[in-house]
């Protein structure tokens, strides 16, 4: 999947592809950084869909029944 | 929610009472265990049972005699199980039986036990298990009293030498051959006894026909005055029980070992000099509150063994065993998928709603359990202590809502829905046109506008044809959402909006269309003139009908859990459908016992499995096509491939086909439907200009991924929301295998993500999804 976005996923402004970095999510007053693709010039985030169906969907439950 | 209200709350919930068998038995045998034990012919668990409460379980497996009986349901039915009988096979059947005694630490006081019957040495048995020393009186040159009068063959000797191994378990101080008298000066007079030990149980039996023997005060029938619940006698330190007791008429073994039990009770708090009285309700028989439904359930007659001698075989037993109806309540859990749903029952449930609102730190468990109900208060109608698990529920998530603990995501969505129908996009409020007054509203509601607005544009023309004095349109939403996810201030503002534009109209009498508006309005306002369009209907005529000869349906009608208390409004919806010809078929739970269709308390977005389950469950109690009037119930039902009429289909019929199996709007279209109607109204009633939604986005949208946007809860409106975003700001992804664009917009607390390629003048929607979590930036 990865390798994928390296690949194929370019952001349209700058014409470049993304590489990973680091990048503050946030939920209910709490805050992690974390890992993601991102444009290294503009710095606009890319979220997969199998990111916010899966890992991220957990900690927001998890996060909401706290 | 205070401990206080709590626990009244749950004393409402009367599933853990005990079965009126153990309730009535005086030592309280858990009776239903050790029948379901037998049922799977593990006789030695039934025997534990047994002896869990009872000293001597092989004794009194031959000689109970048995007060359960006369409480047993069964014999509302035919017979009272026999439950002698069964301890009998659990006892025959059980090679070993134990009582697993804790050693006490010993204690410094002595008790005297006067009469080694089987109260004196159930008394000892427990009092010596405490660390008591206990020192036994008995008259005879054996213990046991009056058992040994019982046949070898009723009761055989080998059972009594093997329940009264027990008495070589605990230290007994066993004195035989020695009379207690009340001779002055005697050593062994029972004022010397009361005198020189800590306390005494006087437990003779019936021997004594002189009750002045004692020295005890008298009860005005001239027998020893005993306290009926401690055993306490005039003196302090003595208690009295067993046959002494309950006379020769009254003798009741098991009652003697209960007094056993009840006198070293009291003996133990007299010497901590506890209360003798606190809590002690439940010692001793009592009647129990647990209700059973019997309706339904076949007579079968007792087994009766084949060989009368040797009692059940382990197939008699069994089958005995069977007839038992392991006595429980649930009634509020058999009609009630979601009760079902959690594996318990609301006592268990309040408590949990009560812990979870308590947690300071770590996870809320019951969240899930708090917001899947959906408030339709079957349980309340079918409880026999009229528990509502609906107000618990609600009552919770008004405390959830309150400090910020409700979880975003369960009603997020219906809310913003909701916030649509209160805005200028659908709320409208005019009198009839060439009126200056109404005296008459209409307020079809958001839902009915949602999934039928023909029908509301019908109903409200036929409505300024009928009533002459004005009938004014209010369109909007009632607010209920907001209620249901326990939203106390945004329901409070809705509900003031709608009665701010009602009193501008000059309040008049309201007509809902929807039976949900219908019962907020009346709640909300008792003051208010508020009718159900059905009721309406009913006193006004229907609409003319077209002529073409129709086809007699023959449908069930499903009420709405909303209005399960309105007789009035159920009874109209009858009326219609057989002045329209229709055949009428009533479900098992109908009217007040109505189930709700799966949408209620915002069920359908909490928990959409159980929604689907009660949905399933409810369609499959007829094969007929269902009959509504509620536009939430219909879609819900056909939603699910339930064939279902919204009573508004009937009434203005289309020439759409086959309009049961029709599956409601989704989600956008419910929202655009609204607006349209809105638009419309305004243009063609009116003759206002309504502004019409500027959108220079346009989607192409395939049927595969229309049910994913559904499935997501993603409206049309934010798919456009992001691609307008993405291509004003040019902030999208490329994907280089197949040229589409990937971009995000976070309107309010959702971020949305489209894959999308434009094409032409629209756009062609591959894919969205979306999280909550926050992107703070890097």
């Known amino acids: 999947m990865d390798k994928q976005v390296q690949k194929i996923i370019i952001c349209n402004t700058c014409n470049i592809p993304l590489a990973l970095g680091k990048v503050t999510l946030s939920y209910l007053g709490n805050e992690f950084p974390v890992e993601l693709f991102k444009c290294p010039q503009c710095g606009l985030v890319y979220i997969p869909e199998e990111l916010a169906k899966g890992k991220m969907d957990q900690v927001e439950k998890a996060l909401e029944d706290k | ?778």
């Open chain 2, 1 to 778: 929610m205070e401990q206080k209200a709590l626990k009244e709350r749950e004393q409402q919930c009367i599933q853990e009472q005990p079965p009126g068998c153990t309730a009535a038995c005086p030592v309280h045998v858990d009776v239903r265990g050790m029948v379901a034990a037998i049922q799977k012919e593990d006789y030695k668990a039934g025997g534990q049972l047994l002896y869990n409460m009872v000293p001597f379980p092989r004794i009194i497996s031959r000689i109970c005699d048995q007060p359960c009986q006369q409480a047993c349901k069964r014999q509302e039915i035919d017979e009272a199980i026999a439950v002698n009988e069964l301890e009998k096979s659990c006892v025959d059947n059980s090679k070993e039986l134990t009582l697993k005694i804790t050693p006490m630490p010993p204690k410094d006081k002595t008790i005297a036990i006067i009469g080694a019957g089987l109260s004196g040495l159930t008394a000892a048995v427990e009092l010596g298990k405490k660390g008591y020393n206990v020192v036994i009186f008995e008259a005879k040159k054996l213990v046991g009293g009056s058992i040994w009068d019982i046949s070898e063959h009723r009761l055989p000797r080998q059972n009594i030498a093997e329940d009264f191994a027990i008495l070589k378990r605990i230290p007994l101080e066993i004195n035989l051959h020695v009379i207690v008298n009340n001779h002055k000066n005697s050593k062994m007079s029972l004022d010397h006894i009361s005198a020189a030990f800590d306390a005494v149980y006087l437990a003779t039996g019936c021997i004594e026909a002189n009750t002045h023997y004692w020295g005890l005060a008298l009860d005005v029938g001239g027998r020893i005055a005993i306290h009926p619940a401690t055993l306490a006698t005039s003196v302090p330190n003595v208690f009295a029980g067993g046959s002494l007791y309950l006379g020769p008429d009254r003798k009741s073994p098991i009652t003697s070992i209960s007094h056993g039990k009840i006198a070293a009770n009291s003996i133990d708090r007299f010497l901590q000099n506890a209360s003798l009285t606190a809590s002690r309700e439940k010692e001793g028989p009592f009647t129990s509150l647990l209700y059973t439904n019997i309706a339904g359930v076949e007579p079968q007659t007792k087994v009766r063994s084949a060989d009368p001698n040797q009692g059940y075989t382990t197939e008699e037993a069994v089958k005995e065993a069977k007839r038992c109806l392991l006595c429980e309540c649930l009634e509020c859990v058999k009609v009630c998928e979601y009760l079902a749903h959690f594996h318990a029952y609301p006592k268990r449930y309040v408590r949990e709603v009560y812990n979870n609102l308590s947690i300071v730190m770590g996870v809320h468990h019951a969240n899930k359990m708090i917001n899947a109900c959906n408030l339709c208060g079957l349980c309340e109608q079918v409880c026999p202590g009229n528990l509502n698990m609906g107000e618990i529920c609600q009552e919770a998530r008004r405390i959830m809502v309150k400090k910020g603990k409700m979880p975003p995501r369960v009603h997020d969505f219906a809310l913003r829905d909701m916030q649509f129908s209160t805005s200028e996009k659908f709320a409208f409020s005019r009198h009839q046109p060439g009126f200056a007054s109404s005296s008459t509203v209409f307020f079809p509601g958001c839902q009915l506008s949602a999934s039928s607005p023909e029908h509301v544009k019908s109903m409200y023309q036929f409505l300024c044809k009928k009533i002459t004095d004005g009938v004014g349109l209010m369109l909007g939403c009632c607010g209920i959402p907001a209620d249901w996810a326990g939203q106390e201030n945004l329901f409070k503002e809705t509900i003031k909006a709608i009665e701010d534009s009602w009193r501008k109209l000059g309040s008049p009498r309201v007509i809902t269309g929807c039976p949900t508006c219908y019962s907020i309005f009346k709640r909300e306002w008792p003051s208010m003139d508020v009718e159900s369009i059905w009721t309406v209907l009913d006193k006004i005529g229907l609409p003319d009908q077209k002529k073409e000869p129709h086809t007699s349906l023959k449908l069930v009608v499903h009420d709405t859990c909303t209005t399960r208390h309105e007789a009035a409004l159920q009874q109209s919806i009858r009326k219609i459908l057989h002045t329209l010809g229709h055949q009428v078929e009533e479900l098992e739970n109908s009217n007040e016992f109505t189930e709700c269709c799966g949408y209620g308390g915002l069920m359908l977005f909490a928990n959409k499995e159980i929604a689907h389950k009660m949905i399933k469950k409810r369609s499959q109690q007829s094969e007929n096509d269902f009959l509504t009037y509620c536009a939430m119930c219909r879609d819900n039902f056909a939603s699910q491939g339930k064939r279902s009429y919204h009573l508004l289909d009937l009434i203005f019929p289309t020439r759409q086909q086959d309009v049961a199996s029709k599956k409601g709007p989704g989600y956008s279209e419910r929202q655009e439907n609204r607006a349209r109607l809105k638009r419309t109204l305004q243009k063609e009633v009116w003759g206002e200009l309504a502004d019409k939604e500027q959108c220079n986005v346009k989607l192409i949208i395939s049927e595969k991924v229309q049910q994913v946007l559904e499935e997501l809860m993603i409206l049309d409106s934010d798919i456009i929301a992001v691609i307008s975003h993405a291509e004003h700001t040019g902030n999208k992804f490329k994907n280089m295998e197949n040229n589409s664009y990937i971009a995000s917009f976070k309107p309010a607390s959702v971020t949305y993500w489209v894959e999308y390629s434009p094409q032409e003048d629209s756009f062609l929607v591959h894919n969205a999804y979306s999280h909550r979590l926050e992107i703070k930036g890097s």
